[in-house]
Each structure stands twice: as C-alpha cells, then as structure tokens.
C-alpha cells in the first residue's frame, strides 16, 4: 500500500511517500527566510509559494522513495485547520490527482497527524504501533497548544487546550519584546542555554488550576511591562540572556506540569509530545525528568517530524485506511476553523 500525501497548512510545502507504515520520502521546503522580515508568516505570500513550491516539491519525493503516480494506492492532505490559501493549494491539488487517478483521498486533520507523529520513528523511519497504548498527548506549536487523551489508535479527546496565545506564538511575541529575529523560539532555547532560569519571575498562567486549558497572554503582557520598565536589560548581554531563560522556564514549567498532571489524572502511563516547540531542549529535558520521576514512558517527536510535515498525514491517512474509514470526497472543501474532537 503507498500514499502520496501533502501538507501545505501555513508556511511549508511538504509532499511524503509512506508505504506499509514506512516513509519512504518526506521532502519539506520551509519559508522561514521569507517571512523573516516581517516577524510572521504573511498569508498571500505563503500561498504564492506554496503555488511554486508543490510541484517540484511532489516530484522530489517520488524520486526519492522510486515511486511513480501510477503506484499509488491513495492521496492524502491536510484538510485544516490552517491559512486559508496556504491550505486550499494543497488540499484540490490532492483531491484533483486522487480524481483523475480514481484513488481513494483522504483529508486529514492537522492536530489529529500530530497525535501519531511521536510513533513514526527507527531507520527507515517506521510507524511503530505495535508499541501504541494510551496515553496523553501534548500538542504544542506556533498557532496550537492543546492535551488531548489518547484511549486507543483514532480514539481521542481533547482534555484541554489554549484560550488565548499557544506556546508558540508565546516564544515568538515575547522574542520580537526583547528584539530577537523572528521565528524566536529557538533563538530564545539557544540563548538561555547560558542564562540562569531564576533571575527573573515572571507569571506561569492557569499552573494551579485543575483546568486543562492553556493561556500565555498574561506573560506575554508581563514581558511587555518588564522589558518597557528595565530597557537596560536589553543592552547587557548575559542578562538577556538572563531573561530568555526566565521566559523560557515559565513556559516550560506550564507545558510540564499541566501534562504530567493530566496523565495522571487520565490513568495512563504513556506520555507524547510534539509540534515545533517540542523541538525546545529544555522542554524536551523537563518533561523526560518529570516522567521518570512519575514513573511514565515518554515519546518524543523526532526533530525530523515535529514541524509541519506531510509524513505524518501519511502516517495517519494510511491508519484510516487500513481501518477502513471512508474516503473523504473529492469535491470536500477545506476546514479553516476545523475542531478536533
């Protein structure tokens, strides 16, 4: 069985060849330098590129994994949520090769790719559900934090997610603050990595309530109001880095604690994690420390699949279809606000 699948959610054009849970290609082409001068991804832009990018993109992963077109067994893409125009490129570009092949397509939910995407590991990477048990899920990227509960494969609930800015979002806006590039996020992971986390204290929201929910605006605004009363800061070097592991810590301690409360509270002793933030070492680290001392195994996304990618899609297009979910039509349209369930 091998799939093409395609994801074009926001700001990269991705194109994976999975077959019998391997992938066998998954060729990325980002947009960060692009969008770099603007501190954010510019929408109309992201869709032009994704319009330049798709074909050369699909073709370099059918060369990659020695697939022609005719091979395929089904065509996959994100369905939503995402940027409008940025989604729509890859969606009818799927669903029109899905058509003229007669292929069964499948539009897949982007937080739902996530949940899986902690399994496709080993060299070839491999979907390994041999090994799949329950377990409590962190989602945490630019646009998206959320817990969800895991029973059982393509069974889950949403236990709780952000009411305001994500994690992401969070890293980013509080990085243009002190005046970093964008994206921050990992400007800030590198920086702290010299600075001490306790030098500043600033607010973890929502930490001590028995919600699930996230919320990051509060220290967002906090970073704000520190950085307009202690400009100085920003000129001394070690005490910004200082503050990038004060900001970095208060989002960790939320992510962390949050997590290991709710797996706790959901009875399962598996935890996994992903999205771009996951790539952020000293979240990688405090929540493999927090697992071992709760007695919990931990999955973490390769670095390879935690950003936006079409191989996860794949993965769990595959899943569906082996499961014998129906196809989605071929004349379906994107889901922009697209909840997960």
Not at 317 to 340: G, Y
């Amino acid at each position: 069985m091998t799939l093409l699948a395609l994801e074009t959610s926001c700001d990269e054009t991705s194109a994976a060849v999975v077959r019998n849970g391997a992938v066998l290609a998954n060729v990325v082409s980002s947009q960060i330098k692009m969008h770099e001068e603007y501190g954010g991804v510019v929408p109309e832009l992201a869709a032009r590129e994704h319009l330049r990018n798709l074909i050369p993109v699909v073709n370099a992963a059918l060369a990659e994994a020695g697939v022609s077109m005719a091979q395929l067994d089904a065509i996959a893409a994100t369905q939503g949520p995402g940027l409008p125009g940025a989604l729509m490129i890859g969606f009818k570009a799927a669903q029109a090769a899905a058509f003229a092949l007669e292929k069964p397509f499948f539009g897949i939910h982007h937080h739902e790719a996530h949940l899986y995407s902690p399994w496709i590991s080993g060299a070839p990477p491999r979907a390994d559900f041999a090994a799949f048990q329950p377990n409590v899920s962190l989602i945490v990227s630019g646009g998206h934090t959320m817990l969800v509960l895991v029973a059982a494969e393509l069974k889950h609930r949403v236990l709780g997610e952000t009411v305001d800015d994500a994690a992401g979002e969070c890293f980013d806006k509080t990085g243009k603050l002190i005046g970093l590039p964008y994206p921050a996020g990992p400007v800030i992971d590198r920086l702290a990595e010299h600075g001490n986390a306790k030098a500043y204290d600033f607010p973890r929201p929502l930490l001590h309530t028995d919600s699930d929910d996230f919320s990051f605006s509060g220290l967002k605004t906090s970073v704000r109001y520190f950085v307009r009363d202690h400009p100085d800061i920003l000129a001394d070097d070690q005490q910004n880095r200082d503050l990038c592991a004060s900001v970095q810590a208060a989002i960790v301690d939320v992510l962390v604690a949050k997590t290991i409360r709710a797996a706790k509270r959901s009875r399962v002793r598996c935890v996994t994690a992903s999205g771009g933030v996951i790539c952020n070492r000293s979240l990688r680290s405090e929540l493999a420390k927090a697992c071992a001392q709760a007695g919990m195994t931990l999955r973490l996304t390769e670095k390879t699949f935690s950003t936006d990618n079409a191989a996860m899609i794949g993965i769990l297009a595959e899943r569906k279809l082996l499961r014998q979910t129906a196809p989605t039509s071929c004349e379906a349209e994107i889901a922009l606000n697209w909840t997960l369930d």
